[in-house]
């Protein structure tokens, strides 16, 4: 069983950057596909985006693209989430998820039987 720890969250006035980091221990994630989600207060979790194990797919969520964006590194067991020009809407605890096997990650939270306790991302206007 995999553990998921997430890291990198503050806060940050709009227009700035923050580095989220997932690091997972337990077993090697290297055959796992890797998801962010976030969720503000009083709203459900949302995708964010997801990468399949060898980087080689990686999905995002429309409200994103373009600032965001998702790594791995499975030498180091890590998923790394870099979020630019941050908005206030971005606001939310961030969370990191994992499902086994070689399909490109899903965007339904439901996929993922794996997650971390969450990281508070505040953006402030």
């Known amino acids: 069983q995999v553990q998921l720890v997430e890291s990198g969250g503050g806060l940050v006035q709009a227009g700035g950057s923050l580095r989220l980091s997932c690091a997972a221990s337990?077993?090697?994630?290297?055959?796992?596909?890797m998801g962010w989600f976030r969720q503000a207060p009083g709203k459900e979790r949302d995708f964010v985006a997801s990468?399949?194990?060898?980087?080689?797919?990686?999905n995002y969520a429309d409200s994103v693209k373009g600032r965001f964006t998702i790594s791995r590194d499975n030498t180091k067991n890590t998923v790394i989430l870099q979020m630019d020009s941050l908005k206030p809407e971005d606001t939310a605890v961030y969370y990191c998820?994992?499902?086994?096997?070689?399909?490109?990650?899903?965007?339904?939270?439901?996929?993922?039987?794996?997650w971390g306790p969450g990281t508070q991302v505040t953006v402030s206007s």
């Open positions: 998820a994992a499902r086994i096997g070689f399909l490109a990650g899903s965007s339904s939270p439901g996929s993922y039987p794996y």
């Open positions: 337990g077993r090697s994630i290297s055959t796992y596909s």
């Open positions: 990468i399949n194990w060898n980087s080689g797919i990686s």
